[in-house]
Every structure is written in C-alpha cells, then in structure tokens.
C-alpha cells in the first residue's frame, strides 16, 4: 500500500487509449491536430482564451513559463519551499540563465501579499541588487494546502502593481481545484502563466503550459525547442491532455485523490502539520510510530525526524486509505 | 504514401507492450528496475562497459552529451550541415552555456580529418580565439552517408591527439550499423559518448544517451535533471529501450527501412545527391516532376530548389517504396 | 617604428591632466558628477538624445549594447570577419547567453542590406532554427573600410523592415567620423546603439555605449553591473571620455591618424586589398618583402601568407610614416 | 570628513606614477612586462608560486575565481550576507551560468566549519538537489571581521575532506592582513584563489586574482576575455599593482585605515555590533545621534534603523577620526 508519491502512479486506462488512438501518421513536432486542438480545450476549461504548449515534465513547464517572464538579471519571488528551488536540480538557474530565486517565507509553503512585501520592498532600487522580475506560487503548495482565489487575487495585485509576471506551479492543480470546489480560472486567478500538472493525476509525461498571454506564449515556444523538449511525437503527449480533460478525468481522479487524503486526514487528529487541502498529509509521528506503520505494509517518505508524509493518488484504493487511516488511528 | 520524415512515424507494437508492461508500481525518475537494467543492457549490443541516461529527445541527448565534453567557453567541431548546426533551435548554445559550433565542410554531411585540421589548426592558442574542445559527428549523416568504422577511428584517433572529446549524434544509428552491417561498436567507434536515436526507429519518446566514460554520465545525470529532461515515470522511457534491443528489433527495423530506401534509389539512377548508406534519399527533380509524384500521392520534402527528400521508415510498406521507385523510374 | 595597432598606443595628455583632476572624492559606481554628464555631452555630438554607460573594454560594450537586442535564443547577424565573431573569445555567446552569430559574407568586412537578406531571408519562421534579433555592423570595418551614410542608412531601414536591432560596433568610430567629414549622426546612422571608442584613440581604459533608446540603456545598467563592469572609482572612465570629446581631441586624433595612413597608401600602389577608409592597411607583400621592412624597424602584423596589416594611431609620428612609405615604395 | 566608503577613495600617489611610466609601447592585454611580472611578484608576497591575473573590478575577480571551481549545475557555499549575494547584482548567476549560492550565517559575516556543515550535510546526493562545489569566504568580512589563521585552516580542511574549491574574496585583504599581523599567506591560507583587492586601498582600477593552482588560472584566463574583462592597455592595471607592493604600500595603507578605526572604535564603547577587526565600524546609534553626527559635518551610511556604518581609508586624515571619535563620544 504505496503513500509514497503520486508521481510514480500508473496511468490512466482512458490515457492509454488515447495514446493508442494516436498511433497514425499525423505531422510532428507539435504541428497534430491534437496539439493544434489544445488551445481550445483549455480555453473551454478556463472559459478565456489560452496558449497551450505541451512538455514532458513539471519542471521544464515551470521553468520554459518563467523564462518568459524573467530576463537573466531578474529574479523569481518564490516560497523557501517551493519545488524549483528545493526539487529542481537548479533548472530556474539553467532556463531563466542565472536569475535568482527571492526565497521567502509563509505557513503551509504559501506566499501572502504581505512575505512578498517584506522581501522585495527593501530592496534598492539599483544596478546592485538583483530585482525581481516575477511571482511564482503553487496550487496546491508543497505541503498540500491550497490558496483561496481572493489569496490569488491579492499576490495578483500585487504583481500587477509592481509589474512583475505571476506564474502558478500546477503540478497538483487539479487537487487544488477539486478541493477549492470552484472553476479552474477561479483557482488560477489571473495569473500569466499556469503549469498545468497531468502527470500525478493520471498522465504518462505530459504537462501542459497555459499561457493567457499569447506573447509569452509566442517566447515559449522557441525556449522549449531550444530545450529538447519538443518531442518529434508530440501527438502523444497532446493526447494525454485531451484525455484527461475528456469527460472531467482529471477531476474526477483529482476527487478521489483528495477524498482518500481526507479519509485518513480523520484519523490524524491533533498530528497533522498542515490543513489537508489536497492529496498530501504532513503528520506527526515517531520513529517506532512509523516503524508499525511500515510493519503493517504502508510505503511513505519520513519527513524530517519526527513527521511523516503520505501521498494520495487517482488510483488509490479506497481499503487502502481506510487501512491506513485505521491503522493511524491505532498508533 | 509518406515519405516526408521517419521522426513522426508510427511506435512498434513491441513498444507498446512494453509501455503497458512497465504500468506498474515502481520508483520515480530512474530509479525504476528498468532503468537500472539499462547500463547492463546496452554493455551487451557494445560489447564493453557504458552508461547510459533515458532522454525524451534527441536534441536533449546531443545537447546533454555535449555539456559534458566543452566548457562554456570552448566550441564543438562539427559540419555546417550538422543538425546541432541547422535544426535544433539553438539548443547547443543554451546547454553548453554559450560554446560556439565550429563549422567544417565535407561531403554527404561527413566530416574527415582533413577538414577538421583545416578548421581548427589555425586557431591561435589564445584567449582571443574559442578553443575547439569536442568534435560531433553523426552516424548517418543528415544527408544519409554513413561513415565507416575506420572513417569514425581515424577522428577519434585526431580528437584523442588534440585533447578533443567525441561525440556521435546516432540519431539514425541503427541505419548506419545496418548498413554497415557490423558490430554496433565498430560503427560507434571509440566515441567518448553516443546519442542512440531510437524514436525514427519505432519508439514514442526515448533516446538513449551512451557513455563510454563513466564520469561524463555522473555530470550528464546532474544536468538532465537541470534541464526538466528527467522524467517522473521513467521506467516508460526505459521500456521503450528494452523493447527496441530486444530481439535486435531496432536492428530488423532500420534493416527494413535501409531495404525500402535501396528498393527506391536504385530507381533513381543518376539523380541521387548522396550514396544512400541509410534510409534517406536526395533526388535531383524538377518542380514539375515533384509536382507528378505528389499528384500520385507520395508526401515528400522540396530540397531546395530542384531536388527532394525521401525517408524511409521500419514500417514503410514494401509496396509503398515500389511504387515510389516506379514513379520515379517513369518521370 | 610600431605599426602593429592602435590597441596599445600611448595615453593622450589630455586624458592624463582629466584623470589626475578627478582624483578627488565624489560618489561611487557611475553616481559620481562626470558620468552624470555623459549623456549630455554625448548628446551634444550627437545632437540628439542618447544614454551613455562607460565600460572598460570594447568587448564589453558591444556584447552589452547587444544583450539589449537579442534574446538568449536569438541571433546576431554580423559580417564573418566581425570582431564579435573572430577576437572577442567567444564574448558574445557569454553576454547573449548563448545566443548565435549569423555570418554574412560582404567585401571589406562590410554588410550589405543584399548579404543580410541572402542569409536571414532562407530562415524558416519556425523554431527549428534560430532567429534574427539584431544586426552588428562594425564602423570602420575591420578591414578600415568605412560605411557611408547612406549605406548605414540602407541597412537600418532593413533591420527596421524586419523588426531587428541595430548595434553599431565603433571601435574606430572616430577614425571612420574623420575619414568621413561627416556629423557623427550621419556616420552613426540611426542604430539603437553604438559601442563607441576610445581607447585606441588616446583613453586608458574608456569605451562609450552610446543608447539612442532610453529602454536599451536602462537593461544594460543592470547587465553591466551582473557582469562586473561597473567601476567603483567610475568617475575615472567618465573622465577620460569628457577629456578626448572636449575641443575634439577624439576628432583631431582620428584626423591624424588616417592622415599617417593615407601616407603609406599612397605608396601601396596596386599593393592594397582594401580602400584605406580609416587607419588600417592590409597590403600585398612578399615574405621577403615583409623580412625587408621588419629588418629596417617596422613593426606590424602578417595578415596571412602574402600580405601585412599596418595601423597608425593617434600618436604615430609623421617622419615614422614618411618612413614607412619610402620604405614601401623602394620595396 | 567622509566615512561613506573606501570604494571611491583618492589614487595614492605612487599608483598615479607607475601608470605614467607605463604610458610607453608594450604589447597589448596581458603580454606586456608588467603583467608578465606579478606572477613572480606575488610569489614573493605569499612565499610560493601562485599565478596572477588582474581585473578591473572586484566582482569580476570574485565571479571568474568562482566560475573555474563551480559548475553550471552546482553551488557556492557562502555567508548570507556576502558581497557575492547581497551586493554584486547577480554576477555570480551570471559567471557561473546558473550555479547557485548557498547562504549560511555566521556571526560577524564569518563562516565557520559548522555552519557550512550544516548547510551542506542535509543535502541529499542526488540529482534533485543542487550540490555545492566550492566555499567563498570573506577576509576582512562584510562586517570588518578577519578570520584567524586557524579558521581559515579549519574551512580549508573541511573543503579539501568534501572535495570543495575554496575561494576567499579579499576585497579587504590588506586590513586583515594588517590586523591580524600575520604572513599574508597565512591570512589567505591554503585557499585555491583569492581576490586580493587593490581598489579600496589606493588603487585606481585594478584587483589581482591570485591563483595557488595553476590549472584554474588557465582557465579563468579564457573566461576573462570572455567576460570582456581583457583590457588591451593591461600594463596600466599591472603597474596599479606593482605600484602598491612595492615597498609594502599595500600594507602601509591598510595599516593606516585600521588605525583610523580602531581610534574611532574607542570612542564607541558598548555601541559596537561587530568587533573592528579591519577598516569598517558598525555602531548602533538612534536617528538623532545619526543627525547630530551628520550636522557636525561627518558623512556616513545609515545601517538598518537603529545602526550607522563608518568605514575608513588609506587616505583618511588622522584629525578626522580623531573628530569622529570624540562627536561619538559626546553623543
């Protein structure tokens, strides 16, 4: 019974179908008719209009979207938690060519107008400190926990005022959304750039960039070629999105994703670190607690000495989650 | 009847067996059992120790294996017409941080000895001027010329005495080693890396990235990761691989292909711009012949202004090439 | 008798009494009263608008007027001979972050709106390959040959056509000005900005980038400083540029200058593979021939197999041209 | 009676002779008689060999030290408030193509084995996370703090067991030499480069980077003119530093800034955040006291809210520390 990550997850039958069906001479490159149809899925989704590009991972999305944003003597505003500055292998210094990362602070690895005030508000305005050029923040964050659209509307603001780009990570958006209970562009908010994550929530290796801002898009496009990461079949990964969005698959996996989360969200009382807003639990624990736990055949991360993590997936079984919270309950 | 590019072609059904085969609990990245079978698995086809990284590309795989060869600060050899040169969007500049292309002549897209003394023996040895720190060949070459086992020593034996590493774009390897019809080792050379294509050849999205030197791989692993190009569920990449080696499909593929490309070049008598030593064909024809084959419907590119290109794939149908060899035989 | 270049001629003496009357305290980096009136001054040769930042090196000042123009998966196109490309140790892949030199063919070193088209015209507008951001022309070329106004003017209104920046590299800009008879404005043309020389002209160590556009200058402040090029004691680089533009110390040097090399070209009779335009000679001449010179006092350059550069300066004295010019007619 | 900085203080004479008598021909950039010489020079200082390059700034010496120990893919170890951080606007993003700075802290703006331990020793050694190739630390500190020989031993062990370059960036290297009274080599210990400033302590616009392995040298050579760092009249920078060894110059004028601050630094009993171990004084002192202080004619940063920063110079006049001393006093 795997808690580990939903990274590694299987992948969706409805994917694999698509994959299949796209088996057929189409041009390459991104020049299909399923990558051509992106933009209009998305736009459906987020009822504007959107620029969608496909990649094969979270942190070329995140990273080929900031690029847009960000010139080299610039700097992103980011949580000190934040997946590209903790995860990334130093991919923001790669594909944004030495701009910084502007680190802050804030509970359950969410940004606030207000951390973002106290960083950047200091800082000079001169050639010898690096300025920011760009917010990004995660939907769901790192820790599971997901921004209310007024929260995304008020960093919104904030960068609107201080010209700066807003980029929102996705990789767990459809968590974010499920959770939130509201419209995908609700849950966005007006940002400019959104990494749109399939690949935890079902998907094989394919996220999707969405751009409302057709320049940044038009930029994008020849930073992913220069990536490698234009795949010459790129049909199959254009697949994979429509799969997902076909019939709200997406949400649907993300639902039960964050229901199992919520089953054993119950049995954690008093031990959770941070609201479950997702699929993710933060849990207090000890090391023998843990020690059971793994006993009992339950697979997670530890996460520092005395916590633990458990993921939750589209495919998580629903015994597994009540064994787990049962034997959590137990502890 | 395609021939315009084997890049968007069909996947193997074997590729599919196994990608469905590999939809089951394993580690994330590479740290599946199937990747770690790689570096085993591919010692076998070469007959000596190697390393070898998954990429979703073959821009990413020259790329990647580049950044391992040259400073920022140096250059790579390679001919004019190279497709790190011509057809990458600049990717070698954005992963070697800047390094220049230096760029040689040489016929059927080859490089020689010759050519590359003449390039970069009157390079000063100082600051002012790059220095060449890499040589890139490409194993066939973009116009389907393979080189020969003693052609690859004799620039090994020059990269060897100048200090220069050596990479070998295969993205049509199998093409060249089925031509050659010798030891994948023998057309390889003593490269320091290889870019092992096998996506024209019947995979979705894998390249194998080969190294003969263990310590450019751990640098190499560093910077996939950097570059977003280390996927979550790897162990799909790593299926393809398996798949195409298994057997020696990858070998019965290009071996198919290389017939059909043969079949139609000896139709095309006087006329070709290159030996055909791969699965490419260069066609001296007029605008009004093109005009005719497409009318009897053979998808083909122009190559420039009064020649055509022609492709072959594993899965071009035997009667397809046929017929192309007729009508190119009653222009 | 030094005819090997201009790069490392004596400092003029109005640049020694402006530097030694700067030592006095004012604010650091380029806050200081001298760099604040670069603009102005320069604006008054001009006579129009401009933003001024010194640097310390020509190479730094075209690859930063150039990182304004070109993004980092764009393009330069420049002539093959271009000092961007062949002495600059690979600057320009380092300041442009990897971004590509596009080489044009053109006699004298010179482009032409002809050589331009015939290289960025067969671009595809896709992202396959590399774009044109902005064109480098070099004033006087690096063969001494000098633009004509209208000939500036023909290629700016092309880059205009085309939507690409116009950088001006003028590290002779003086010596082309003089040769010319021409305002600056005319001899600069309307580019986004000229790197404008000094230091092979009378300086120590003091280029002008001189921005036409304020948005230009405004990113190159930061770039300058994030490449370490912003001077603490700045007001020392301020210093030398009022000193040589005050009563046209710049001017009468070039005149000098190009009237020592118009000397000795009058003695090049049908020796000279290029127009004398400013203070460079590239004539024909024999091994034995150059031993002859070289065994009489002469000191310059070889310039390939069969011909020999020579460079006046500022300072070359009238009887060592006299000299020169014998020499070379009794050859 | 300035106290702002030591950045833009005056040229000390015997700089201002030594680049007149280098006003005469030599060879351009680095191959002059000049540069050929420091080499030789700082071997004598530093009592072994060691290879020398100059620079016209201090973030150029730190940046190119840097870039020869670090990867694009990998980190500098530094203190949160060091000047490659806080003050040189990205530079270090920039020479080292993206690498990362990993900020400890440290009181004093010192590093000690501990806190680079445990920055260094969580981080897991794998891909995901960007692993350190280098230390950077800062003698005198950002807060006028010397490392004692012993410390700068205890880094260097920790450095050499974990296979890390060790760069100390000496913008203030003479006042730490002079305050703690020690061989030079012994203040530097056995670092792999140091940048030994030059600027703050009488020069006009030249740093050295001495390097204690040669093969970094040689490539911090290519990486120089790279940068555009090279400049073409060289001999005037190596004479700046020839000028400043001689006789012990260096080390007369950092003794005499030291003096200058420790006579304020009685005067400010109780009122000292940081020890004065170099030419800087960090006083708290109220917004009054800064105004009362200011009206009586003495010029200062403010440091923070509640904190003014004094530093001295090698041209600071003994009367006007003696002034500052007592207005202290008196507050």
Redesign the interface.
Known sequence: M?FL?D?????HPTV?EA??AA???????DG?ALSAALDERFAQVFDKPCTVLW???G???N??ALATMV???G?VVCHEDAHIE???????????????LMLCEGAGAKLSPRAIRDMIDPIRND?????PHAISITQASEYGCSYRPAEVEAIAALASERGLGLHMDGARFANAVAFLDCAPAAAAGPVDALSFGF??NGG??AEAIVFFDQNLAD?A?????????????G???AAQLHALLEGDVWLHNARHANAAAQEIAQACDGRLLYPVEANELFMRCTLAERETLRERGFGFYDWGEDAARFVTAWNTREEDALSLAKAIASL
Chains 1, 2, 3, 4 share one sequence.
Request: glycine share 8%.
């Open positions: 795997q990550s990274n590694a997850a299987a992948v694999w994959l299949k088996d057929s001479p189409d041009s390459p490159y299909d990649t094969a991972t942190t070329a999305a990273c080929l010139q080299p003597h700097a903790v995860d990334e292998g130093g991919a923001p210094g790669f594909f944004l060519h030495g701009a910084k050639v010898h400190q690096v300025q690949i935890k094989l290796g930029v496009r020849y930073r992913r070629k220069r990536a490698g990461h234009l795949q010459s079949k049909r199959f990964l």
